[in-house]
């Protein structure tokens, strides 16, 4: 079965440098999550989409912004990125049904040296 | 005080001991998840609890929802379980998910 695909799988970024991470989900979820986990850390939420809309927003810094297409896949970038933003970036998919179908992506581990 | 608490942190079990996670949260929630991370970081979902009791396979999960209190059972634990076992609520209607700081479990052959 398709699961929910992120991209790329590990990055690495000099300070200051920009990102972007993608994030496709499950056919037919139209929902999708960005989660942010530090090293040792829980995961944080970031930031939600629902029908190519923003839905909620969490710790996201304002140096991160973050849209959902037309096919629904999503994409987070990150501009003047600091050694803080190392981290593995988590997106999860889930139906029109808050957190239902809930399906996680294997993660982009960003790191910035 | 954490909205969504676990325990033990750290667990160390022989092969084929009886596990218990336990999950308590202060928030009200619409559904309750138990999440398995592997090194690595990859996140599974094993289980999305509202009420009563779910199982598959040696897991079984459990959530009293008066109590706000949810349980994950590993019966006949195996080395491959070791791993780090997230609860995570799912609070609001927006969907995002409020985790807890996970339980780092250790199964010894």
């Known amino acids: 079965a398709a699961g929910v695909i992120q991209s790329p799988r590990h990055l690495i970024k000099e300070k200051r440098e920009t990102a972007t991470l993608k994030c496709y989900p499950i056919p037919r979820h139209d929902t999708v999550y960005w989660y942010q986990q530090g090293p040792g850390q829980d995961p944080q939420f970031l930031i939600s989409f629902y029908e190519k809309m923003q839905s909620d927003k969490g710790s996201i810094p304002d140096r991160f912004s973050a849209q959902q297409f037309s096919d629904y896949h999503s994409e987070l970038n990150m501009s003047s990125l600091e050694l803080g933003d190392s981290a593995l970036y988590f997106c999860?998919?889930?139906?029109?049904?808050?957190?239902?179908?809930?399906?996680f992506g294997s993660g982009t581990r960003l790191t910035v040296v | 005080k954490n909205e969504v608490e676990q325990s033990p942190q750290n667990l160390t079990a022989q092969e084929g001991e009886f596990i218990t996670i336990n999950c308590s949260y202060s928030?009200?929630?619409?559904?309750l998840h138990w999440l398995q991370q592997h090194p690595g970081g990859g996140i599974v979902s094993l289980f999305m609890?509202?009420?009563g009791k779910k199982k598959h396979g040696r897991l079984i999960a459990t959530i009293n929802i008066q109590e706000k209190h949810s349980s994950l059972h590993i019966t006949a634990s195996h080395p491959r379980d070791s791993a780090v076992y997230i609860c995570a609520v799912l609070g609001g209607s927006q969907g995002n998910l409020i985790f807890g700081k996970g339980t780092k479990l250790s199964v010894k052959p």
């Open positions: 609890l509202s009420s």
């Open positions: 928030v009200g929630i619409s559904a």
């Open positions: 999860a998919s889930s139906t029109g049904v808050p957190g239902y179908g809930y399906t």
